[in-house]
C-alpha cells in the first residue's frame, strides 16, 4: 500500500497546536516505519507524508532514532490500553485469554501498530532500540503475570499466538487471500472469527 502524502498544506500544518502536529508526524512515521522499516526510511520521507517541513520533525524529535522510540513507546501504549480494556468481565462467559486476543486482533485497525511492534522485535542488535524492544516485550509479560494473573502456560501460549499473528500480518499473507488454500486455512487457523476483520483492513480488497 502505497504512503499518500498528506493533503494538508504545510501553511494549515503550521497553525496546528504543536500536540496536534506531533500527533500527526508520529501518525506518519508509524505508517512508514510499519512499511519500509527503521533503515527504510527518512525523516525526510515522514515529513512530506505529514505535511510538515523535515527541520520541524528534527526540532521536535531530534533524531530519527528518537523518532522510531517514540512511535514505539506509542505503539505499546496503544497495545496496553486495549488490553486494560478487555480486563474487565463482561459477564457473557468469555475467557480473559479470548478478550485478550480479541483486542489484539482488533488493533489490525490501528495502521502500522502491529508491523512496528514486529520490527522493533528483530531489532535486538541494535543497541538502543534493540534495548527499548526488550523493555517493551517484557512490558507485555508483566501486564500479563500481574494485572491478567495469567499462569506461565496461559503467557506461554498468549505470546505465541500474538507473534504468529504479528508474522502473518509482516508478510502481508491477508493480502494474498483467495489464491492459495493452505494459505487460506492458515489465515483462518490463526485468526479464527476475526479472519474478517484482517481481512477488512489487510485483505485483497482492502482500501
Same mark, same amino acid.
Given at each position: 500500500?502505497?504512503?499518500?502524502?498528506?493533503?494538508?498544506?504545510?501553511?494549515?500544518?503550521?497553525?496546528?497546536?504543536?500536540?496536534?502536529?506531533?500527533?500527526?508526524?508520529?501518525?506518519?512515521?508509524?505508517?512508514?516505519?510499519?512499511?519500509?522499516?527503521?533503515?527504510?526510511?527518512?525523516?525526510?520521507?515522514?515529513?512530506?507524508?505529514?505535511?510538515?517541513?523535515? @527541520?520541524?520533525? !528534527?526540532?521536535? #524529535?531530534?533524531?530519527?532514532?528518537? +523518532?522510531?522510540?517514540?512511535? &514505539?513507546?506509542?505503539? %505499546?501504549?496503544?497495545?496496553?490500553?486495549?488490553?486494560?480494556?478487555?480486563?474487565?468481565?463482561?459477564?457473557?462467559?468469555?475467557?480473559?485469554?479470548?478478550?485478550?486476543?480479541?483486542?489484539?486482533?482488533?488493533?489490525?485497525?490501528?495502521?502500522?501498530?502491529?508491523?512496528?511492534?514486529?520490527?522493533?522485535?528483530?531489532?535486538?542488535?541494535?543497541?538502543?532500540?534493540?534495548?527499548?524492544?526488550?523493555?517493551?516485550?517484557?512490558?507485555?509479560?508483566?501486564?500479563?503475570?500481574?494485572?491478567?494473573?495469567?499462569? @506461565?502456560?496461559? !503467557?506461554?501460549? #498468549?505470546?505465541?499466538?500474538?507473534? +504468529?499473528?504479528?508474522?502473518? &500480518?509482516?508478510?502481508? %499473507?491477508?493480502?494474498?487471500?483467495?489464491?492459495?488454500?493452505?494459505?487460506?486455512?492458515?489465515?483462518?487457523?490463526?485468526?479464527?472469527?476475526?479472519?474478517?476483520?484482517?481481512?477488512?483492513?489487510?485483505?485483497?480488497?482492502?482500501?
Amino acid at each position: 500500500m502505497a504512503i499518500k502524502k498528506s493533503s494538508a498544506p504545510a501553511a494549515t500544518a503550521a497553525r496546528m497546536p504543536a500536540a496536534q502536529r506531533r500527533d500527526l508526524i508520529l501518525a506518519a512515521a508509524t505508517e512508514l516505519f510499519a512499511q519500509r522499516g527503521y533503515h527504510g526510511t527518512t525523516t525526510d520521507q515522514i515529513a512530506q507524508a505529514a505535511g510538515i517541513s523535515q @527541520p520541524y520533525v !528534527v526540532r521536535m #524529535f531530534g533524531t530519527k532514532e528518537q +523518532l522510531f522510540l517514540e512511535v &514505539l513507546d506509542r505503539a %505499546l501504549q496503544t497495545l496496553f490500553v486495549a488490553f486494560r480494556a478487555a480486563l474487565p468481565d463482561p459477564g457473557d462467559g468469555s475467557k480473559l485469554t479470548q478478550r485478550l486476543g480479541t483486542a489484539f486482533v482488533d488493533l489490525v485497525g490501528s495502521v502500522g501498530l502491529h508491523r512496528t511492534l514486529l520490527h522493533a522485535f528483530v531489532s535486538g542488535n541494535d543497541p538502543v532500540i534493540g534495548a527499548a524492544a526488550r523493555k517493551g516485550f517484557v512490558g507485555i509479560y508483566t501486564f500479563l503475570r500481574d494485572e491478567a494473573h495469567f499462569e @506461565p502456560v496461559d !503467557v506461554q501460549q #498468549f505470546l505465541g499466538y500474538g507473534m +504468529l499473528m504479528s508474522v502473518l &500480518l509482516g508478510i502481508e %499473507l491477508p493480502s494474498t487471500f483467495g489464491t492459495d488454500a493452505d494459505a487460506d486455512e492458515l489465515m483462518n487457523v490463526a485468526f479464527g472469527d476475526k479472519c474478517g476483520v484482517v481481512l477488512a483492513v489487510a485483505g485483497p480488497d482492502a482500501a
